[in-house]
C-alpha cells in the first residue's frame, strides 16, 4: 500500500513538539505492515540545510499566487518530498511564529498551499506514484482533504489525525478568495465555522477517518470541556473516530545505547543511572545528595499545567525533593520558575530553552518526570520516562490516562504500577502525588520495581503502526 503523509514538521528535521515525533516515526514503522510512505512537508531553512542530493520531481508555476517546487529525497529511513516554495517558508523564526514569536500573518497561505499541493499529488501528478491513501496531521494540512472533494480529481480515501484540538487554524473569512476554492465549499458541511474559515473543522468534515493519539483523548474531545467548540462536528463523526495511542521510535530512546548518556544501563543494572545523576546534578548546579530529583521537560504553558509547577516548587524542596526543569514557552512563567531557582540554589535549577541532548540525559538521572497536563492528548515525555526508568508522575488525562499505570495499592500489590496519577490538576493535586513520589522512594525496594515495571511496559510504534495499517487497509478496501 502507498500513503502520502503530510505534515507541517517532521523530526529529526524540523520539530516544535511530538507531531514531529509522531510524523517521523509512524512511516517507518508501518514498513513492517507493507506500507510505502511518502512524507510531504515544507522546505523550511532547517530542512533545507540538512537534505542532500534531492531530485525535483515536480513544479508548480502558481501554487496560491508563489512558484514551488517538489523536492524528493531520502533522509534517515524516511521518504520525503519538500516542498520548496521560498517566498512562504524561507524566512527567520520557526515554523509558524516569526523571530519575536508572533503568528506569521500568511500561515494561512502557507499551509493552504500545502495542503494544495497534497491534492495535486494524491491526484496524480506526482510523475510514477500514486497513493492508495492520504493521511493529514492537525490543522496546517488538513486543507488536503478539502482540496480532494472540491476539486475535479479521483478522490482517494484520507485520514485526519488531531494531535492538539487546541490548534486549529482559524482565519477570518477575507481569507477564503485566497485558498481557490469554489464558493460552495464555504458551508456549514465544509470549511465555513461561525462566520470564519475552519481549517481543522475542514478536515473533520471531509476526512475519510480521523484519529486521534489516545483513546481517552478520543472521548475527552466529544465533550465540551476538551473539544475547544469542535465537539459537536466531532460526534457528528463519532462512527469514523478512533483513539491510536502514540509510540516512540525505541531505537533512538534506549538506555542501552543512547549516545548522549553517559552509562548506559537497562532493567537489571539501574544502578549505572547514578553516573547520569551526577551529571544532571552538576548541569543544574544541584546539591550533590540522595534527595529525589523531579524533572520537568515541557513547554512552559498553561495547558502544560507550568504555572502549578511554579506555584508549587517551594514545596517540592521543603517536602525534601530537588527539581530541574527544561523548557521555554510563556515569558511570565519562565520568570517564576528562574525566581524559584534563584531562591533556592542547589536545589531547583531552570535551563530556558530547547535541549534535545539534554532531555535525554534528564530522562537517564533523574527519579521522576512530572507532567501536570490541564488536557494531553496523548504526550510522549511519559513514554520516554517509563523507557528510562524516570518515575512518571502524571495528571490523570487523555493519554497520560491510557500509558501510565497508577500506584495505587492493588497495582502494587500486583507488581503492574508504572507510575503514578493525579486528578483534579491542581496544586494540592500535584503535592499529594509528590508526597506519594516521597514516600515510594524512601523504600528503594517498590522504588526499584516501579522504574523495572515501567521500562517493560511495550512504548513501541508497532502496536500502533498495526491499528494504523488496519484502518488504512479497510478503508481502500471500501473503495472509499
Not at 545528595?289 to 516548587?313: E, H, Y
Not at 531552570?350 to 492528548?377: K, T, W
Request: charged residues 20%; contains cysteine; negative net charge.
Amino acid at each position: 500500500m502507498k500513503v502520502l503523509s503530510v505534515s507541517s514538521e517532521v523530526f529529526p528535521l524540523i520539530k516544535t513538539g511530538g507531531l514531529a515525533d509522531v510524523s517521523g516515526a509512524l512511516p517507518i514503522a508501518l514498513k513492517a505492515f507493507g506500507v510505502e510512505t511518502k512524507t510531504l512537508l515544507p522546505g523550511y531553512p532547517a530542512v533545507m540545510k540538512v537534505i542532500r542530493d534531492p531530485v525535483v520531481r515536480l513544479e508548480f508555476p502558481d501554487l496560491l499566487g508563489e512558484k514551488a517546487t517538489v523536492l524528493e529525497v531520502e533522509h534517515e529511513g524516511l521518504d520525503l518530498l519538500v516542498l520548496d516554495a521560498p517566498a512562504y517558508y524561507d524566512r527567520p523564526g520557526g515554523p509558524y511564529l516569526d523571530p519575536l514569536g508572533k503568528d506569521y500573518p500568511d500561515n494561512w497561505r502557507r499551509f493552504a498551499a500545502l495542503s494544495l499541493a497534497a491534492s495535486e499529488i494524491a491526484a496524480g501528478l506526482l510523475p510514477g506514484w500514486r497513493p492508495n491513501l492520504v493521511h493529514t496531521h492537525d490543522w496546517q494540512a488538513a486543507l488536503t482533504s478539502v482540496y480532494m472533494r472540491y476539486y475535479p480529481t479521483p478522490e482517494l480515501p484520507s485520514v485526519l489525525t488531531i494531535h492538539n484540538i487546541a490548534f486549529q487554524g482559524q482565519f477570518g473569512s477575507e481569507i477564503f478568495p485566497g485558498l481557490r476554492l469554489p464558493a460552495h465549499a464555504f458551508a456549514t458541511e465544509s470549511i465555513e465555522y461561525y462566520g470564519t474559515v475552519g481549517f481543522l473543522k475542514g478536515g473533520l468534515k471531509t476526512a475519510h477517518a480521523i484519529t486521534t493519539v489516545s483513546p481517552t483523548y478520543a472521548d475527552e474531545i466529544l465533550t465540551p470541556e476538551f473539544g475547544m467548540g469542535l465537539d459537536g462536528v466531532i460526534a457528528s463523526r463519532i462512527d469514523d473516530l478512533h483513539g491510536i495511542v502514540n509510540g516512540i521510535d525505541t531505537d533512538i530512546w534506549n538506555p542501552a545505547t543512547d549516545p548522549v548518556v553517559h552509562t548506559h544501563y537497562g532493567p537489571t543494572t539501574l544502578k549505572n543511572r547514578e553516573e547520569n545523576r551526577r551529571s544532571i546534578a552538576e548541569f543544574f548546579r544541584l546539591d550533590n545528595d540522595d534527595a529525589p530529583i523531579f524533572c520537568v521537560i515541557s513547554r512552559l504553558t498553561w495547558q502544560k499545567g507550568m504555572d502549578i509547577v511554579a506555584n508549587v516548587a517551594d514545596e517540592i524542596v521543603a517536602m525534601g525533593g530537588k527539581l530541574v526543569v527544561l523548557g521555554s514557552g510563556e515569558a511570565a512563567l519562565e520568570g517564576a520558575l528562574l525566581a524559584s531557582a534563584s531562591r533556592h540554589p542547589g536545589r531547583i535549577g531552570v535551563s530556558i530553552g530547547y535541549n534535545e541532548p539534554m532531555s535525554h540525559l534528564m530522562q537517564a538521572g533523574c527519579d521522576a518526570i512530572i507532567i501536570p497536563s490541564r488536557f494531553e492528548p496523548c504526550g510522549l515525555t511519559q513514554l520516554y520516562g517509563l523507557r528510562y526508568g524516570c518515575v512518571p508522575i502524571v495528571a490523570r488525562t487523555g493519554g497520560l490516562n491510557d500509558t501510565v499505570i497508577d500506584a495505587n495499592h492493588a497495582a502494587l500489590a500486583a507488581k503492574v504500577a508504572t507510575g503514578i496519577q493525579f486528578s483534579p490538576v491542581t496544586e494540592t493535586g500535584m503535592l499529594q502525588a509528590i508526597r506519594r513520589a516521597m514516600h515510594f522512594y524512601a523504600d528503594r525496594k517498590l522504588w526499584t520495581q516501579l522504574q523495572k515495571q515501567g521500562m517493560k511496559s511495550d512504548v513501541s510504534w508497532e502496536k500502533s503502526a498495526e491499528r494504523y495499517a488496519a484502518l488504512y487497509s479497510s478503508l481502500v478496501s471500501k473503495g472509499m
